[in-house]
């Protein structure tokens, strides 16, 4: 794929992520990285300091350094940030990070050469990923460890993942047929000064969530014809009263999902329940909202995946280096926890609606537990159990993260994001999320069925048709793990929203 600095798309990034593609820039950025390249070598060559090329870093940015160490300086930079902690980030969101720093390179303020980009580029195509523990970075001053991980491959350090093996970074590049590169002026700060891992590990994040979100209208769609509730909290009136994008569009969407039901038509008339729970008539409210801040999320995320966030800044035009502040994660921060939010109500409403369902004093005459046989067979009980288990997990991980700043580099640095460990926790969510929302699916086709000979929408029968493929219908207990596992599989896979030929929200 070929990528445009400064025009990328949520969808391509996407796709990269998702796919595992290849990218490399168009040739129109080759001429603004080199002009950016050859002020930061004549300034390297000066008398006047210049932070990051010639002097110290940090609380050390006022030693000068001569100009026959500046290739030393840039190498140690990167060797003695290499700190990370941790598991390593999982592969495919190591890739959407070297692709994000390429494309913060590719803007031609950052003063690398040309050769740094396209190592980059070759990596990405040959399949050279570096290892990256995930912890270390506070967001400020840029993903510093993170980046030096990746960067330590570059110049045949570090360890890094080639052809299903781990090798030497050095080792790896050999074995792809590429070269370590040595940094010149600048190169090691401009790869690790900035957001990439804070945003590729958010961008995953809010991907995750736009698919729970395209997941929840099925599942509550499929829940509130499992258990005989209304559709008149569907109607569009009431939604454009309020107004609110993503409360409007998630009505819509159920109404479509559930129009032609048979099960729903059945009662419409003599139904003794004036109302439902919140957690059926409240869906589009709820998710909705959801809904309308991962969507708010993504537009931050957008501009930061097509920022330039190094320091210091080459102004080609302006014929000067300055330095700035562009490496604070705190946009990324602030969307991090806006999706965390998003994740754990989407989480909380979807509970709700389980509990509801094997609950025989709510569920409008379902069999306790969802069971055909209750008492010898314990059904859905304890599946119901684990998904509050991650509810309440998925609540505590929504704590706010980008309030917890703390000073670091002996003060200089003295406010961060804390966007890093923000933004990693999502997938946690995610995963989480898609369990609870497995769950729901489960318990609602087992009530759906249990309305036969009545019969849902045509949208939700293909969608339970979808979940029967992977997840029998539960008659006697059976070890049940698997059909978690399975349905949450499909719930990460947006299985059902395809199934029922639903568009997504995004």
């Not at 300091?49 to 010639?54: C, D, L, M, Q």
């Not at 990439?196 to 997941?215: I, K, P």
């Not at 499992?226 to 569907?234: H, K, N, R, Y």
């Not at 219908?473 to 639903?502: I, S, V």
Request: aromatic share 4%; proline share 6%.
């Amino acid at each position: 794929m070929i990528l445009v600095p400064g025009a990328v798309t949520l969808a391509q990034l996407e796709r990269i992520w998702r796919e595992g593609l290849a990218v490399r820039l168009g040739p129109e950025a080759r001429a603004p990285v080199e002009a950016a390249a050859a002020m930061v070598a004549e300034a390297a060559a000066g008398e006047a300091a210049v932070y990051g090329v010639n002097t110290g870093f940090g609380k050390l940015a006022s030693r000068k350094i001569a100009p026959g160490d500046t290739a030393q300086l840039q190498e140690n930079l990167i060797l003695s940030h290499c700190c990370g902690v941790g598991a390593p980030m999982p592969l495919p969101l190591a890739r959407l990070m070297m692709v994000l720093k390429l494309l913060s390179l590719g803007r031609g303020a950052s003063g690398v050469r040309w050769q740094i980009c396209a190592l980059l580029e070759g990596m990405l195509a040959r399949g050279v990923t570096p290892l990256v523990p995930h912890q270390g970075s506070v967001g400020a001053s840029g993903d510093l460890a993170p980046l030096a991980h990746m960067a330590a491959v570059m110049i045949g350090q570090g360890r890094a993942a080639y052809d299903g093996q781990t090798l030497p970074g050095a080792a790896a590049l050999e074995a792809a047929g590429l070269a370590p590169v040595r940094l010149g002026p600048k190169e090691g700060l401009a790869l690790i000064n900035g957001t990439q891992f804070s945003t590729a590990c958010a961008l995953a994040g809010l991907f995750e969530a736009r698919r729970a979100a395209d997941s929840s209208a099925v599942t509550a769609a499929m829940s509130t014809d499992a258990i005989m509730g209304s559709t008149a909290p569907l109607v569009a009136e009431i939604h454009a009263l309020r107004g609110h994008a993503g409360q409007i569009d998630m009505a819509r969407a159920m109404r479509a999902l559930m129009e032609g039901s048979e099960i729903r038509e059945s009662h419409r008339e003599g139904d003794t329940r004036v109302q439902d729970p919140y957690c059926i008539r409240c869906h589009p409210q709820v998710a909705g909202a959801a809904l309308d801040v991962i969507r708010m999320a993504g537009r931050t995320l957008q501009v930061e995946a097509n920022a330039v966030t190094d320091n210091p800044l080459v102004l080609v035009e302006a014929g000067r280096i300055v330095s700035g502040g562009n490496f604070h994660a705190e946009p990324v921060g602030f969307a991090a926890d806006q999706i965390a939010l998003a994740l754990a109500e989407l989480g909380a409403i979807s509970q709700r609606r389980v509990a509801l369902m094997v609950d025989p004093t709510l569920s409008f005459d379902l069999p306790p537990f969802l069971t055909p046989d209750p008492g010898l067979n314990s059904g859905f009980m304890i599946a119901e159990v684990t998904t509050a288990a991650l509810m309440s997990e998925n609540k505590h991980l929504a704590n706010p993260c980008v309030t917890d700043s703390t000073p670091t580099s002996a003060n200089q640095e003295d406010h961060v994001s804390m966007a890093a460990h923000g933004a990693w926790r999502l997938m946690r969510m995610a995963e989480n999320l898609a369990v609870i929302q497995g769950v729901e699916a489960l318990c609602a086709a087992q009530g759906i069925e249990a309305r036969a000979p009545l019969a849902t929408s045509a949208p939700l029968r293909a969608a339970l048709a979808r979940l029967r493929r992977d997840v029998p219908a539960l008659g006697p207990d059976r070890y049940m793990a698997p059909d978690l596992e399975a349905a949450a599989a499909l719930m990460r896979a947006g299985a059902l929203p395809d199934a029922a030929g639903m568009e997504g929200f995004a």
